[in-house]
């Protein structure tokens, strides 16, 4: 291993290219926005009325969104089951005459 001797040149500007290559392994990452949400969270929520608004308007908007979502699938099961009456009644009744 002593005897070794490298006769290729280096490749011009190899050593600022390894500088460069430090210094941007160096630089911290630019933190994301869930990053960032996770970090305001980490710094408010440990304070018992921040938790409790948070938590509160979590469960507001969940249930909000659940209701959506029911009145919305209640609406279509509802208008089927017309649909499937009229259609009980009369069965050479179109399938869209209730809507």
């Known amino acids: 291993m002593r005897e070794w001797k490298v006769a290729t040149p280096l490749p011009p500007r190899f050593k600022e290219g390894v500088w460069r290559r430090i210094e941007q392994a160096e630089r911290k990452p630019e933190p994301r926005v869930w990053a960032r949400l996770a970090g305001v969270l980490e710094v408010f929520l440990p304070r018992p009325k ?8 979590l469960l507001a908007l969940g249930v909000m969104g659940g209701t959506f979502a029911a009145q919305a699938t209640t609406k279509r099961l509802n208008t089927d089951l017309g649909v499937r009456y009229v259609q ?3 069965p050479y009744q179109k399938a869209g005459v209730g809507q």
Do not use: H
Not at 50 to 57: D, E, I
């Open 50 to 57: 921040y938790a409790f608004a948070y938590v509160s308007v």
């Open 88 to 90: 009980s009644v009369d």
